[in-house]
């Protein structure tokens, strides 16, 4: 009887490849394991084993595989089931899946080497046979590669061979590249054991009186460890003692102390005992009961609570409840800056329970939050689990979670959720939904400005809905007020892009000692650079927009592919001088700030200013503990985090945001802006938001500053409406790109009228977007709007046929399509 199994490749294809193992192999692999599997002429790829079955593959004839890499599954059942989903849902492969959910350091490429151990003389009698077939050939050559030693065992499941020589100290194990994770070690030092005693201390000290360096180290070493009561790590000794660890080398080559190594995780806690979680208020007592009951009717609930409700501190009583089950919690956020100042909450509260995983982490950090959750099942003490409460961006819905009871997604409408580029193109909080119902756990949707499909979902009874209308401590939304630029240009009341109300107000503020925030949301300092003689204004290379100006590099840059080249001097059009900026972007409002308020502290936070892994933290907490009087930044100010001190909050140009070109500009801009408002005044006193505007008399504007939530849900409900768009439709859309114009624009035509074959009038397009190229690639946009009655399934699987009709023609099969389903 013959044994196959079929294997997921990080590679998109649409089907799964499928190998040939033998009985025993079949018998030891599980779905999950990751096998290395050769693939095409001569490459070696790790693949996902997805089933084990005895069906031959009919069009052509299965290879075996290479080798087992695991002993144990890393990807569970219902991480596979989940992966299917989100490979139909969202149109891609399960290999796209793949290669976004597991952290990279698991794709493995290469070759594990095996050298004799020479240290240990070994007593041959106690090898195994396979064992010792290894063992003797290793006399002859200095090392084997791991395919050498399949070729002598002659099998594939060499594994627990080699674990059992390394175990017995016959071996030592290299990696060139296998396997990319190597845990840290941290080194320690300790006073040798011979100078324990009293009196040899006291020789030594008198010895050492001649190099009262060495000496200065040891009492050191003394003060900290009677401190700590810890181990002592080098890395801290030298810092307290301030010497330089070529001292500490010689402390340690005369034998005076002794370095040890220990294994840490790179992600850790580090903090006195937990704390316990808040009492609540009446309205948040209130909410957390509501939560419950709506849990046993529904499995999603949406929570509304304004900006500053103390939302957190609810969600951390839930976790409290589920974790005392012993299950786990997924907490999504939308964007890393948020995560930093989450993380202290929690651990405060549940301490090493809590891990974090998203993109600005390490593979190596990765690898060791994926296996702290792989192994939470075991039931180890309450205290002892790591890794119960994953705090993370949209990537943590893919660990391997084997008991999840409760997600919370937090500032559920922000568009950081959705993937772009590359596949799997999908939506956290909706995947999230997903996920929770196949481990039978409940979802909660936290926001101050719900996005309209959630609402909509809320309002059809198919979520439980909770609202929570009061700031903690009682204290007032902050008071809004729309400052009419078009009126001050007019009568001369404008400094640079400052009115007199906003400056009035900021002088104000900073005389109370208290903290700004200015929002624009344009990083760089100009958008646009424009000759005065001509009217040339320098255009990117690759795409089609014009060049950013970025002061503190003097450079212009493109936004789009990061092409960069110097300030120009004069026009490279008409050799004028006379060269202007247009537009202002977070760069000249942080410039003109320091020239309106000379002796405060202002500080930018953009993405030109966190990059690192630790750029947020840094920014976020100079202003927690006010070293930063004036804090310029753009959307990422918006997302939750909690300033206690910020009183005033000032957007620069609300304009900008509505006029943008897209069905969601309006509800946007409304959550945007009332995100913003809501960082303002959020302990005892009142806050302020002025928001400049050329036309304050816009709908959006009035429903900001009346923090009137439900109008704006009507009112764009009804546009969504009448234009046929989501929540009341769904819709995909299509990109098509290649670098020859024609080609794109016969091709989209092309596609287009296929799908009006099918479906007639509800596609849009083709259509070339804002900007049409981007990477030398001109970009066409088709659109698919699907009424509710309309079978998703049915139309997806038109849409494929189509797609696949289209590169079965000669000319197309170098333009690029992608599908996006739920593109907003």
């Given amino acids: 009887m013959l044994y196959f199994i079929d294997v997921i490749i990080p590679i998109p294809l649409k089907k799964l490849f499928t190998y040939t193992v033998t009985a025993a192999e079949a018998e030891f692999l599980k779905p999950g394991m990751r096998v290395a599997v050769p693939f095409g002429k001569s490459k070696i790829y790790t693949g996902v084993v997805f089933s084990i079955h005895n069906e031959a593959p009919v069009a052509y004839e299965a290879k075996d595989i290479q080798q087992i890499l695991d002993e144990k599954p890393v990807v569970n059942d219902l991480q596979l089931k989940f992966w299917q989903w989100i490979a139909s849902y969202y149109m891609c492969t399960l290999g ?32 195994k046979d396979d064992e010792f077939l290894i063992f003797e050939a290793l006399q002859h050559q200095s090392s084997l590669k791991i395919h050498d030693i399949t070729n002598i065992l002659g099998k594939k499941n060499i594994l627990p061979v080699i674990k059992g020589l390394i175990e017995k100290e016959a071996i030592t194990v290299e990696e060139e590249v296998y396997e990319k994770y190597k845990p840290k070690l941290v080194r320690y030092v300790k006073l040798h054991t011979s100078y324990t005693s009293e009196r040899a201390l006291h020789e030594l000290l008198d010895e050492l009186s001649r190099a009262p360096k060495q000496r200065e180290v040891v009492l050191t070493l003394f003060s900290i460890s009677a401190k700590t009561k810890k181990p002592v790590k080098v890395s801290d000794l030298v810092e307290e003692s301030g010497a330089s660890s070529s001292i500490i080398k010689s402390l340690i080559d005369k034998g005076v102390l002794e370095e040890y190594h220990i294994q840490t995780d790179r992600v850790e ?70 995560t930093t100042q989450l993380i202290t909450r929690l651990q405060n509260y549940f301490g090493e329970k809590v891990a974090v995983f998203h993109s600005k982490y390490s593979s190596q950090e990765r690898v060791e939050v994926w296996n702290h959750v792989l192994n939470n099942s075991a039931p180890a003490l309450p205290s002892g689990r790591k890794a119960q409460i994953i705090l993370g961006a949209r990537s943590s819905i893919f660990l391997p979670f084997n008991n999840l009871g409760l997600i ?89 892009h400052f009115s007199d109300r906003l400056i009035e107000e900021m002088t104000e503020t900073l005389a109370e000692g208290h903290q700004i925030i200015l929002f624009q949301n344009r990083r760089g300092f100009s958008p646009i650079v424009e000759c005065k003689t001509c009217g040339h204004a320098p255009q990117c290379p690759n795409c089609d927009v014009s060049l950013t100006y970025h002061q503190y590099r003097n450079q212009l840059r493109c936004h789009y592919c990061g092409y960069n080249s110097a300030m120009l001097q004069d026009c490279s059009a008409c050799g004028g001088q006379d060269i202007d900026s247009k ?66 909050v000032g957007i620069m140009n609300a304009d900008n945001m509505l006029n943008f070109p897209d069905f969601r500009a309006h509800e946007r801009s409304f959550q945007l802006m009332l995100q913003v408002s809501g960082r303002a005044g959020r302990t005892e006193e009142r806050g302020k938001v002025l928001i400049q505007t050329y036309n304050p008399f816009h709908n959006i504007l009035q429903q900001v500053s009346t923090n009137n939530y439900t109008e704006m849900f009507k009112e764009q409900m009804n546009e969504r409406y009448n234009f046929k768009y989501p929540p009341i ?50 970009h066409k946009n088709i659109l698919v709007k699907i009424p509710k009655k309309q079978s998703l399934a049915k139309t997806k699987e038109a849409i494929i046929k189509i797609n696949n009709s289209f590169f079965s023609v000669k000319d197309f099969r170098s333009v690029r399509v992608v599908l996006n389903v739920d593109n907003f």
Avoid: C
């Avoid at 972007?585 to 690192?612: H, N, S, W």
């Avoid at 819709?731 to 624009?745: A, F, G, M, P, S």
């Avoid at 016969?746 to 070339?768: C, H, M, N, Y």
């Fill in 729 to 778: 439709y769904k819709q995909i859309k299509i990109t098509l790109k290649h670098k020859d114009y024609n080609r794109v624009e016969t091709a989209s035509i092309w596609f287009a009228k296929s799908l009006r074959q099918v479906f007639g009038d509800a596609v849009l397009g083709p259509e070339a977007p804002p900007v049409a190229r981007i990477r030398n690639q001109f």
């Fill in 408 to 496: 919370v997604v937090d500032e559920e409408h922000e568009q950081s959720f959705k993937q772009f580029d590359p596949a799997p193109r999908y939506h956290a909080r909706d995947a999230a939904v997903v996920l929770a119902h196949l481990h039978g756990a409940k979802t909660l949707l936290g926001s101050a400005t719900p996005s309209l499909e959630s609402y909509y979902n809320a309002k059809q009874n198919k979520y439980g809905f909770v609202e929570l209308l009061y700031r903690y401590n009682n204290v007032l939304m902050p008071d809004i007020e729309l400052v009419d630029i078009k009126d001050k240009l007019k009568k001369k009341r404008m400094k640079g």
């Fill in 583 to 648: 537009g202002f972007g977070t760069e000249q409002i942080e410039e003109e700030v320091k020239i309106l308020f000379p002796d405060y502290k202002v500080a930018r936070m953009d993405l030109d200013t966190t990059r690192g892994k630790y750029g947020y933290e840094k920014i976020i907490t100079a202003l927690e503990q006010q070293e930063i009087d004036i804090l310029v930044g753009t959307q990422m100010l918006t997302k939750g985090l909690d300033f206690r001190n910020v009183k005033l």
């Fill in 96 to 127: 796209d899946v793949m290669r976004a959910a597991l952290p990279n350091a698991f794709i493995l490429e290469s070759e594990t080497v095996v050298t004799r151990n020479a240290i240990n003389n070994i007593d041959e009698s106690i090898l």
């Fill in 269 to 338: 806690y580090s903090g006195e005992d937990t704390e316990a979680s808040k009492q609540l208020n009446d309205h948040q007592e209130t909410a957390l009961k509501e939560i419950q009951s709506s849990f046993e009717n529904h499995s999603v609930t949406l929570l509304h609570g304004v900006t500053s409700s103390g939302k957190t501190e609810v969600y951390v009583k839930l976790i409290e409840a589920v974790i005392n089950q012993g299950k786990q919690v997924l907490y999504l956020l939308p964007e890393i800056a948020l």
